[in-house]
């Protein structure tokens, strides 16, 4: 294809006039109860923290006067080492069969690249994956879900192999991790650290930030202004538990739960964390004893966090590597003038993800 900008070949910002046209397109490839559909939705994601200057970060592809593709992103402020990069969760890539393999998809996705210093892929379709490979992107691989059985026998009847994984747990059976999550609870209480529930976000998650960002080589940003938007500010906020780990008076990790039914059985999903330097473990020590106290068959936390995976095993976590139907692939790309960050992004082990991050947990389940 030749060379030229991405304006002169039918692609554009969206702008509200665009919105019927939108609609119909959304209504054929989505699906007509789409969560793309739904205009609450639509607005908010159009409203983060972190605008990019140049507009909304929706781009539409026009074509004999319909349109032909979309895409979208969510801007964020990446900090990676040291430094804050003006970052994009790529989402919501999609053409019209008809114009597909013509060169759309790849003119929507240079748009979305052009807009920032780092663009981010969570979750994507086989055939996106296949075509930011074969435009240089950098493979993560997958996010594991991290599965917490809270009552054996009733995760027999969710367990995503057949029941073996549930078999395990219930071979080990319920006194035990009874047993274990009492032990990790009364430790985190021991150490001061007590659960509380929260309407909303305030003050307090900005230092709570600054105290934990150091200790994450790779991370979006998580102060008030992000959480404010992603969970207090959200269409479906009055679904969202926010939990603070306090010790006195002092914020020392939160956690945001939401409840799914699966397979008619309720699990509590984590869809975002942070904690201080070694409050980790007490904080999801605390979450598990909440959730045993609630009777959710299971506890699930889909999360790329090295520091994690040690501390969550010790309490009894599963590590599913490959999720729970499918694996969730990261693929992550700098810009041409950010090429020295290409080999700190590229090592998954850097990274601190969850299912706040991109748009993975706006369904059930986190996806």
């Not at 969510?74 to 990069?85: T, Y």
């Amino acid at each position: 294809m030749t060379v030229m900008p991405w304006t002169q070949r039918g692609i554009a910002r969206y702008v509200p006039d665009d919105r019927p046209d939108l609609e119909s397109f959304q209504r054929e490839y989505f699906g007509p109860n789409s969560i793309q559909l739904c205009r609450d939705h639509f607005r908010w994601l159009l409203e983060p923290p972190e605008q990019d200057p140049e507009g909304p970060q929706f781009w539409v592809c026009r074509r004999n006067g319909g349109i032909v593709g979309q895409q979208a992103g969510i801007p964020f402020a990446l900090k990676a080492g040291d430094r804050s990069h003006r970052a994009s969760w790529a989402i919501d890539l999609m053409v019209a069969k008809e114009w597909r393999l013509r060169g759309v998809g790849p003119t929507l996705s240079d748009a979305h690249l052009a807009s920032s210093e780092v663009s981010i892929s969570l979750g994507m379709t086989d055939a996106a994956y296949k075509s930011y490979k074969r435009a240089g992107w950098s493979d993560l691989g997958g996010l594991p879900t991290f599965l917490r059985v809270i009552d054996p026998l009733r995760c027999l009847r969710v367990s995503p192999y057949g029941g073996a994984l549930a078999s395990i747990a219930a071979g080990i059976g319920k006194p035990a991790l009874s047993v274990a999550s009492t032990s990790y609870n009364l430790a985190a209480r021991v150490r001061g650290g007590r659960l509380v529930e929260v309407p909303a976000f305030d003050e307090k998650a900005d230092e709570l930030w600054e105290a934990a960002a150091p200790q994450h080589t790779v991370i979006a940003r998580r102060d008030r202004a992000f959480l404010s938007w992603r969970f207090d500010r959200a269409p479906n906020a009055g679904r969202l538990r926010r939990f603070y780990i306090m010790k006195g008076g002092r914020l020392m990790g939160y956690v945001v739960l939401r409840v799914d039914r699966w397979r008619g059985e309720p699990v509590a999903v984590v869809l975002d964390y942070l904690a201080r330097p070694g409050w980790l473990m007490p904080t999801f020590a605390l979450v598990v004893e909440q959730a045993r106290r609630e009777r959710v068959s299971a506890l699930l936390c889909r999360t790329l966090n090295m520091q994690a995976a040690r501390p969550l095993s010790m309490m009894g976590f599963l590590c599913l590597r490959n999720g729970l139907r499918a694996p969730t692939r990261m693929m992550v790309r700098p810009a041409p003038d950010r090429q020295e960050l290409g080999p700190m992004l590229a090592d998954p082990r850097n990274w601190f993800v969850t299912t706040a991050d991109s748009d993975i947990g706006f369904t059930e389940l986190g996806g």
